[in-house]
């Protein structure tokens, strides 16, 4: 019989069951009491009302009631214990990697020094009004310049119109960092005319060697000219594919539609990645801010230093008055399908999250719509958001990114996304959207799943298609925040 329920620290409460349990069967000594679904938690010893409910060695919330040996802990019996905005105390506790060597990767490596997994032409609206013009543009040029260049692809949006103050500039921010990024061997920046992200505030933001600009309202053909200046901008691309370590690699980390097995297998499994890639001296980024609330003080007891520290606490705080401010609670989250798939509390869903980031130390805090500045972890402000939040990473520099997932999403992003499936069952039923099934280091064990995942990072980093790229998946989507006009 397989294993039927994994305990992750010796002094958990809780454990999380591997496969589908039947009431009366019997695991870790204790008699399950009701069914339990698979990654859904059990008590492994009694919990008294208003206690700590334990989860990988911390709380993940509070007990409501009594619970027994044998139960199934979850929304009934447990409640979060999150508030608003703390206050937190620098007490640096840091791993440090340095000094590891992996597989490097074949990438385009650029004037300025930065490493490209990919050598593209990226056409980026100003404005939503123009977002089928830059798609036709695209779509036509991906045609006329098939094997000339890896790719020619549109990022539509529906902002940078009737937006002021900050929201407006968070607009123009993450564009003209995407506009930034070594993936793109060109760019072509496609305006109207009338909008408030006016093509010239764009370019105050961008440092391209290879851009163009259209103003749509001023050409007489938007598209063929768009279609000239792409041409212009794939004989400016041509580029190859050379030699590059693992410490050129921008690697962000995100999960979206987590389930119970993410905290065991897919998260932690990404968290030796982020080892791997800053030990080797290369960058990691880590977001998604709400969802490290209950867990922040673990990457806080890792900052490199207290100014780094102060950031993180004010990210963080700051995020958390975000939602009082909006009548919002903390804690609103997990998601409906967090919850199907056994995850009980933001505590917890944190607690996974965070893994993510390994040990490595936190080097920067970056806001929304900023480019990553030094090697090492940068907590980069975000939201929970799939889209938004992976959008983010990519501005900020990332060259590929991890996206963890229980549940699956055919979503792909700018760079390459590649998917990664907390359990064998979704890896099984999806194998159109998942690039690697993490349900192996349960079977395996970490050490080996951790190698196989770092080949195939470096196989994809040198050009080898993810599913998301397989079926035209590229999105982006930008936080609206502000007054709209």
């Known amino acids: 019989m397989t294993l039927a329920l994994f305990r992750i620290a010796p002094n958990d409460s809780t454990a999380t069951a591997l496969r589908d349990l039947e009431a009366g069967e019997q695991a870790l000594g204790v008699t399950l009491a009701a069914p339990v679904a698979k990654g859904h938690k059990v008590a492994v010893k009694p919990i008294a009302a208003g206690e700590p409910v334990l989860k990988f060695g911390f709380p993940i919330g509070v007990a409501t009631r009594d619970i027994a040996p044998g139960e199934h802990v979850h929304t009934h019996n447990v409640s979060t214990a999150l508030r608003g905005s703390g206050d937190y105390v620098f007490a640096p506790s840091m791993h440090d990697d340095a000094g590891f060597e992996g597989p490097g990767f074949l990438g385009y490596r650029r004037a300025n020094g930065r490493v490209g997994t990919r050598n593209e032409i990226w056409v980026i609206p100003t ?34 119109c009737s937006q002021l103050g900050d929201d407006l500039q968070g607009t123009r921010a993450i564009l003209s960092a995407l506009a930034n990024h070594p993936n793109a061997g060109g ?14 505030g764009m370019l105050e933001g961008i440092d391209h060697p290879n851009l163009r600009t259209l103003g749509a309202q001023m050409a007489s053909d938007e598209i063929e000219e768009g279609l000239a200046l792409v041409e212009e901008l794939v004989a400016g691309a041509q580029a190859e594919r050379t030699p590059a370590p693992l410490s050129e690699l921008v690697l962000g980390v995100k999960c979206g ?27 990691a980024i880590l977001t998604e801010i709400p969802e490290i609330f209950g867990a922040e003080q673990l990457l ?26 909006n009548g919002e ?28 980031a390994g040990h490595a130390i936190v080097t920067d805090v970056i806001p929304y719509g900023g480019q990553v500045r030094r090697k090492g972890l940068t907590l980069l402000e975000a939201p929970g958001n799939d889209a938004v939040s992976s959008t983010a990473l990519a501005a900020a520099g990332a060259t590929a990114i991890l996206f963890t997932t229980g549940r699956g999403t055919p979503l792909g992003f700018p760079v390459p996304t590649i998917k990664i499936a907390s359990n064998h069952d979704l890896a099984t039923r999806k194998p159109g959207w998942i ?19 770092l080949d195939t990072i470096a196989a994809i980093a040198s050009g080898k ?8 998946e590229r999105e982006i989507a930008i936080w609206k925040r502000g007054v709209t006009l």
Do not use: W
């Open 300 to 325: 806080m007891a890792r900052a490199s230093d207290e100014a780094v520290f102060d950031g993180i606490v004010h990210l963080v705080n700051d995020f958390k008055d975000y939602f009082v401010r």
């Open 435 to 453: 690039d690697f099934d993490a349900g192996q280091v349960l079977e395996d064990g970490m050490d080996s799943a951790a190698d196989a995942l």
């Open 127 to 160: 404005v939503g009004c123009v977002g089928r013009t830059a798609q036709k543009i695209a779509e036509r040029a991906a045609v006329l310049h098939a094997g000339k260049i890896d790719g020619v692809h549109a990022f539509p949006h529906p902002f940078g």
């Open 329 to 356: 609670p903390v804690s609103e989250n997990p998601s409906p399908g967090n919850i199907a798939g056994g995850i009980t509390t933001l505590e917890e869903k944190s607690l996974g999250a965070v893994q993510k």
């Open 465 to 472: 298609e993810t599913a998301a790229e397989r079926n035209g």
């Open 187 to 200: 760019v072509l920046i496609v305006g109207l005319g009338c909008e408030n992200n006016q093509i010239k």
């Open 257 to 283: 539609g987590s389930d119970g097995f993410s905290g065991l297998t897919a998260n932690p499994l990404v968290g030796r990645m982020a080892d791997a890639v800053t030990g080797a001296g290369g960058t």
